[in-house]
C-alpha cells in the first residue's frame, strides 16, 4: 500500500523513531532540570539517574530470560572496595575505583560460573541466595565491613578543579555517564550479541541449532550486568558518603524488582520510567503518610493487571496501534 511521503511520510519517521525522539525530549529536560527543580528534587534526579543504572543490570539480564535478585552482591562489592580503600588505607580515587569496578568484574566473572549452570526459577533462587550471602557477610564481617555501622565520610574527588561535591556538578557527571551507558546498551542490543541474547529468552534451542554457544551468550551477559552493578555501587557511595549491610539487602532486590517491571523490564526507556515513577511516588506520599509502601504496592499490582508489559511497554502497544491505522507499518 502506499502512503503519501509528504504527510504520511513525516509521520511515519516520528512514529517510527518515537523511543528515540522521547529519549532526546527526556535527556533536554534532564539538561535543563537545576533550572526548574529545587535543590531537593535535584537530589532526588540523581537517585533515579543511578538507581536506573542499577535496575539496567537487571533489565539486561531479563533480556535473555535471567531474572537476578543477586546484583546487590556486586553493587556492595564495588561500593564496599572504594569506602574501604578510600577512608581506611587511604588510596587514590583513581586506584580505589578501579580496584572497586575490577573486584565487581571479577565478582560476576566467578559467580557466572555457577549460576549460569541454572535456568528459570532455580536462577532466580540462587542469585537470591548469593545476594543474601553478600548481605550476610556485609552484616557480620565486621572487622571488614564496619557491621551495621558500615563505612562513612567518602567524598567526591575534584577533577580539574571541578569540585563534584557540589550537587550541580554531581548531577552533570551523573547525567553524562547515564547518557554514556544507555548509549552503550542501545548499541549491545542491537548487535549481533544482542540479539542473539533476546533470541535465548524466545527460542534457545533453536539457536543451538544455529551454532550458537547459548551457554557463553548467558555468562557475558551476567558479567555486563555485574559490571554495570558495580558502577551503580561506586556512584552510590560518592554521592551518599556511606554504604552499610542495608543498602544490599533483599529490600533492595526486591525494589528493582519492582522498578523494572513497573516501567517496563523489555526495554530501555521502561526502567528509567518505572525508577522515576517509584522514586517520586516515595517522595510524594510520603508526605501525607508513613504506610507509602502500600500505595506503592497497590499501583504495582494494578500496573501488573492492566499493563502486564509495564508503562512504556503499554505506550508502545498504543503507539503500534495507532501506526497500524495509518497505514505505517513495514510490509515485506
Known amino acids: 500500500m502506499s502512503i503519501n511521503i509528504d504527510s504520511a511520510g513525516k509521520k511515519n ?24 527543580l529545587s535543590a531537593f528534587m535535584l537530589t532526588v534526579a540523581i537517585r533515579i539517574l543511578y538507581m536506573t543504572v542499577l535496575v539496567y543490570s537487571l533489565s539486561f539480564l531479563a533480556r535473555g530470560g535471567m531474572i537476578s535478585l543477586g546484583q546487590t552482591i556486586f553493587f556492595g562489592l564495588s561500593g564496599y572496595t572504594l569506602a574501604r580503600l578510600l577512608i581506611i588505607h587511604n588510596y587514590s580515587h ?14 560476576a566473572v566467578l559467580l557466572g560460573l555457577i549460576v549460569i549452570r541454572t535456568k528459570g526459577v532455580y536462577f532466580i533462587m540462587i542469585t537470591l541466595a548469593l545476594g543474601q550471602m553478600g548481605w550476610g557477610i556485609a552484616l557480620q564481617w565486621s572487622s571488614l565491613t564496619r557491621g551495621d555501622d558500615g563505612i562513612i565520610g567518602v567524598r567526591p574527588p575534584a577533577i580539574l578543579g571541578i569540585d563534584f561535591r557540589n550537587r550541580l556538578y ?46 557463553f551468550i548467558r555468562y557475558i551477559a551476567f558479567v555486563i550486568s555485574g559490571f554495570l552493578a558495580g558502577i551503580a555501587g561506586i556512584i552510590f557511595v560518592y554521592y551518599n558518603g556511606i554504604i552499610n549491610p542495608a543498602t544490599i539487602n ?16 523489555n526495554s530501555l526507556v521502561g526502567p528509567l520510567i518505572g525508577v522515576a515513577s517509584v522514586l517520586l511516588m516515595e517522595v510524594q506520599i510520603r508526605r501525607f503518610t508513613d504506610r507509602y509502601m502500600i500505595i506503592i504496592g497497590t499501583v504495582f499490582v494494578l500496573v501488573i493487571l492492566f499493563m502486564p508489559e509495564g508503562i512504556w511497554g503499554f505506550l508502545e502497544s498504543k503507539i503500534n496501534k495507532l501506526k497500524k491505522s495509518l497505514g505505517l507499518t513495514r510490509t515485506h
Open 170 to 215: 554531581f548531577y552533570y557527571l551523573m547525567l553524562l555517564l547515564f547518557i554514556i551507558i544507555y548509549l552503550l546498551l542501545r548499541r549491545i542490543n542491537s548487535s549481533r550479541f544482542g540479539l542473539a541474547l533476546k533470541a535465548i529468552n524466545d527460542n534457545p534451542e533453536k539457536l543451538k541449532s544455529l551454532g550458537y554457544n547459548v551457554e
Open 250 to 265: 533483599i529490600n533492595r532486590a526486591v525494589w528493582m524488582l519492582v522498578a523494572a517491571i513497573l516501567g517496563g523490564i
Open 94 to 107: 583513581a586506584s580505589a575505583l578501579a580496584l572497586g569496578i575490577l573486584l565487581a568484574l571479577l565478582g
Open 13 to 36: 519517521i516520528i512514529l517510527t523513531n518515537y523511543d528515540k525522539i522521547i529519549f532526546l525530549l527526556i535527556i533536554i529536560l534532564a539538561i535543563l532540570a537545576p533550572f526548574y
